[in-house]
């Protein structure tokens, strides 16, 4: 079946430290790949998206990138902010069904 | 403004009172659906539905029921909770469900606890 794994938390950093979090999927076929982030009390936000091998997503400087042959879709930041604390999921997106990995929280300190 | 709206957003209950959480949608979304988020365990998808009257089971779909009658609402009713039930859940919509790349917009959540 399809499933996603992600690196275990919490991952704790200084401000302006770089940024991976680990993600990889297994899925029969071609899903798309997503990051979304929850804040503290609030629902999931997406942060980034891809759709197909190779694509790239981008937002609010963070990047990742969809990558067939090794089954990943990492999640890098240059430069972290205390306020990009919050906790990460990876998901893929098979027509209706949605599955998650199960969440790293990053804790960004001054 | 755009938005999924969950109500009650807090609920402690007993085993065995039948309860509703309504989940309604303001941007004529066809595709909705249902998780519940467990520590360690991220959001796992209870129920989605594609379209009006068209719903389908996600990967714990045991205990729980839904109805699609329109397209802005969709309720999760639970007929006899119990409490491994207790949780924080979480609706969302997509314009559609078909087609990949399209993401999901989430609700606030319900924090529902099951004595």
């Known amino acids: 079946g399809n499933s996603v794994t992600q690196m275990e938390g919490p991952v704790t950093l200084s401000e302006e430290a770089f940024l991976t979090i680990n993600c990889t999927y297994t899925a029969t076929g071609y899903p798309s790949l997503f990051w979304y982030v929850q804040y503290p009390g609030e629902g999931l936000q997406l942060l980034l998206k891809a759709t197909k091998a190779d694509d790239k997503g981008s937002n609010k400087g963070f990047e990742a990138t969809y990558r067939k042959e090794t089954t990943s879709f990492h999640l890098e930041k240059g430069s972290v902010q205390v306020s990009d604390s919050a906790v990460y999921f990876c998901a893929l997106r098979m027509g209706g069904k949605l599955i998650f990995g199960q969440g790293t929280e990053l804790s960004v300190k001054p | 403004e755009a938005q999924v709206t969950q109500n009650p957003r807090y609920l402690i209950t007993v085993t065995g009172k039948k309860l509703t959480v309504t989940c309604s949608q303001n941007?004529?979304?066809?595709?909705m659906s249902w998780y519940r988020q467990d520590p360690g365990l991220g959001l796992r998808q209870i129920y989605y539905?594609?379209?009006?009257?068209?719903?389908d089971k996600g990967d714990v779909p045991e205990g729980y029921k839904v109805s699609r009658k329109e397209k802005r609402n969709f309720p999760l009713i639970l007929e006899s909770p119990s409490p491994n039930q207790t949780s924080l859940y979480f609706c969302?919509?997509?314009?559609?469900?078909?087609?990949?790349?399209?993401?999901?917009?989430f609700g606030d959540g319900t924090r529902l606890s099951i004595l």
């Open positions: 969302a919509s997509s314009p559609t469900g078909g087609r990949g790349g399209q993401p999901q917009h």
């Open positions: 539905s594609m379209n009006v009257e068209v719903t």
């Open positions: 941007m004529n979304h066809e595709y």
